[in-house]
């Protein structure tokens, strides 16, 4: 019987072991935090993907289709977003304005009089819903910029900025 709850014990391990390698493996997604876009320096290649490693005299760039090693004296400008930026931005923006349209509605208190009359209950949710949408607008608008870096096919370019690529690289961080 013990010998059995070993055996169970170490083909448990190797299980819940070689998932956690294969979920590494499988979720390089999750470990994207940032999106990049190149331009090449004619300007015939513009590409989104992500940046995965910094070499000496190139890029290594990743697409949902392959990895590509670009040459630095290809490379005109690379530009940055964080993942899923616009819909955070987006979402905060819309409760920030939900909230306060909402203040507002409150602190304007109940109708006395009038044909229609509304509680600053109803007030609030309506004012939170309306002043969403702005505020959704203006949040996606902050979230929208991106952080470029120019390189314009330059050695020397490339190495000063190398300690700002490696923030937004897979490998190098």
Same mark, same amino acid.
């Given at each position: 019987m013990r010998y059995l709850s070993h055996v169970l014990l170490i083909l448990l391990l190797l299980i819940v072991s070689s998932e956690a390698t294969f979920? *590494?493996?499988?979720?390089?997604?999750?470990?994207?935090?940032?999106? &990049?876009?190149? +331009?090449?320096?004619?300007?015939? !290649?513009?590409?989104?993907?992500? !940046?995965? +490693?910094?070499?000496?005299?190139?890029?290594?760039?990743?697409?949902q289709q392959n990895l590509e090693d670009i #040459?630095?004296?290809?490379?005109?400008?690379l530009?940055?977003?964080?993942?899923? &930026?616009?819909?955070k931005s987006l979402g905060y923006g819309a409760l920030?304005?939900?909230g306060i349209g909402g203040l507002i509605g409150l602190a304007s208190g109940d109708d006395k009089s009038g044909f229609i009359r509304f509680t600053a209950e &109803?007030? #609030?949710?309506?004012?939170? @819903?309306?002043?969403?949408?702005?505020?959704a607008i203006?949040? &996606?608008?902050?979230? #929208?910029?991106?952080?470029? @870096?120019?390189? *314009?096919?330059?050695?020397?370019t490339y190495n000063r900025q190398k300690e700002k690529l490696r923030k937004y690289s897979l490998m190098d961080r």
């Open positions: 979920s *590494q493996v499988v979720n390089t997604q999750n470990d994207i935090k940032y999106k &990049a876009w190149f +331009e090449s320096m004619d300007g015939s !290649l513009k590409q989104k993907g992500f !940046l995965v +490693e910094l070499k000496d005299s190139s890029i290594v760039f990743g697409t #040459a630095v004296s290809n490379l005109q400008l530009k940055f977003r964080k993942k899923n &930026a616009i819909g920030i304005g939900f &109803a007030k #609030a949710l309506g004012l939170g @819903i309306i002043m969403s949408i702005p505020g203006v949040g &996606a608008t902050m979230g #929208a910029p991106k952080v470029s @870096i120019p390189i *314009q096919g330059d050695l020397d």
